[in-house]
């Protein structure tokens, strides 16, 4: 069978747009930057992006359309005989790991969407600050009483392993091409409404301050590496993934311009969510210490929307666009073992689709039970889903991206990086030589001395 490839030019995009674009941004990025600080941890985030995020997309790239194959074969095909293809294991792992407990939040999008399109999240809220306090009838008090119940999440992940299983099965062009072309614009139209209702409320300033105005006192080992692996995390950098999406482009795709679109697509989607998030929580006063992690976006939102006309409407439209958000990167991360197993093992693609997501049913299902049931069994002091958290981003993305760029920067055929990038950039342009500067001499010092430094302060 001839190798899948995108259909267009625009398709690929927003496929590629539709894996980095996910929770991580959503979701992610607004726990990480309350909880490392607020506007030092974005400064450090963005740096990551352009001068390490960019270079490794790039890199990612090239392997993939280079090689035209998975992201444990790349290596192989580019090292013959070596134990290079290593590297490209972890990646397959580290993704198996993200997409277990991803799921579990992609599962959550899907009960606050059937809820507010049933109308119950906002049912026995009447507006006003004092109703908001009473505890049982706060978005606070309904997020936790939800995730830490044994059933409800559990069948909500069924639900969105399912919907997987069916795109997955429809294949490439056909699944995940069509639904990111029409929906990330949508996605974007509705982050910009909420930005602006989010900043005239009464006390948005203070949010703005703690999002924008840097206090470089903040900054230490952990906010780095936290930054570093969110970056990554956001870009869909790290484990293969844009290894695999690269082998789906055709040779004529610039793949400069492509990397460029994508990242600063996703780091505005990141920012716009800043503005969304930060604002509301201060003009609300939910900037308690419980409310941190995981739920923050899961009972911020709500208090925006209740402060709209048309309430049901916005939630429900918005929990629609961050469920096919998430579902477009559970896709692209599933992608990954899938196109493995097709092209190593010549699987069928229903075969390697059921593979790859049946075993999630029981190991996402105990992620998700680790915020209720399980969640005294603590593996390093933390609960499961939050020690698969930690150890995937802050760990194995950082060291999957540390591999790769060692590999395209010293390793690869002679050249090879170079004729990649020349459709998209001509002969000799200058900026080839910063972006293999940067892959080559300051990824890898730069990745390492983070890695190191994070696991000396939390060994
Ligand atoms: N980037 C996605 C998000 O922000 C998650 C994701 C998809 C991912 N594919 C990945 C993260 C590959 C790391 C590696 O939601």
């Known amino acids: 069978m001839a190798k ?23 979701w992610r990025f607004p726990a990480e930057t309350q909880s490392n600080g607020g506007a030092a941890f974005l400064l450090i985030y963005v740096v990551c992006v352009f001068i390490l995020g960019i270079p490794l997309m790039l890199a990612e790239f090239s392997l993939g359309r280079g090689s035209g194959t998975d992201a444990i074969g790349t290596f192989k095909v580019l090292r013959p005989g070596t134990k290079w293809w290593l ?53 606070h008090a309904r997020m936790e009483n939800y995730v830490c119940s044994a059933w409800n999440p559990l069948i909500n992940t069924f639900v969105m392993i399912g919907i997987n299983i069916a795109v997955l099965i429809g294949g490439v062009q056909k699944g995940i091409e069509r ?46 590496v936290s930054a570093l692996g969110q970056a990554f995390f956001s870009l869909s950098l790290g484990m293969g993934c844009l290894i695999t999406y690269g082998s789906y482009f055709p040779k004529s795709t610039k793949l400069v311009q492509t990397a460029l679109t994508v990242s600063m697509l996703d780091l505005l989607v990141a920012f716009l969510m800043g503005l969304i998030i930060f604002p509301a929580i201060f003009s609300f006063g939910l900037d308690q210490a419980e409310l941190r992690g995981s739920t923050l976006v899961f009972v911020t939102l709500p208090e925006v929307f209740s402060q709209m006309p048309a309430t049901r409407l916005w939630s429900t439209l918005f929990f629609l666009l961050l469920m096919v958000a998430a579902l477009t990167s559970t896709i692209s991360m599933a992608e990954i073992s899938i196109s493995f197993l097709q092209d190593r093992y010549h699987r069928s693609r229903k ?66 990086f170079r004729k990649e990038l020349t459709p998209s950039l001509g002969k000799d342009k200058p900026i080839y030589g910063v972006i293999e500067f940067l892959v ?20």
């Not at 899948?4 to 590629?16: H, P, Q, V, W, Y």
């Not at 407990?101 to 606050?112: K, P, S």
């Open 440 to 459: 080559k001499w300051i990824a890898p010092p730069l990745i390492l001395i983070i890695l190191i430094n994070s696991l000396i302060a939390n060994p």
């Open 351 to 416: 075969a390697a689709t059921l593979i790859v997501l049946l075993p999630l049913f029981v190991l996402s299902s105990v992620c998700s039970l680790s915020f209720g049931p399980l969640a005294d069994f603590k593996i390093a002091g933390m609960t499961i889903f939050n020690f698969l958290d930690n150890i995937s981003t802050n760990y194995m993305l950082p060291l999957g991206a540390l591999l790769t760029s060692i590999f395209i920067g010293w390793f690869a055929p002679k050249g090879f």
């Open 179 to 224: 639904v990111s072309t029409w929906l990330m614009p949508l996605l974007f139209m509705l982050l910009i409404t909420f930005c602006c209702v989010s900043l005239s409320m009464p006390g948005a300033a203070k949010g703005i301050d703690f999002f924008l105005h840097p206090d470089f006192s903040r900054i230490d080992g952990t906010v780095i």
């Open 4 to 26: 899948a490839k995108f259909g267009s030019r625009i398709g690929l995009i927003a496929a590629t747009v539709g894996s980095a674009v996910g929770l991580g941004n959503v």
């Open 87 to 139: 590297a490209g294991a972890l990646g397959v792992l580290a993704s198996y790991l993200i997409l277990t407990y991803y799921m579990v939040v992609a599962g959550w999008t899907t009960e606050y969407f059937f809820q507010s399109l049933t109308g119950s999240l906002y049912d026995g809220l009447q507006p006003g600050a004092d109703a908001y306090n009473k505890l049982d009838s706060t978005f």
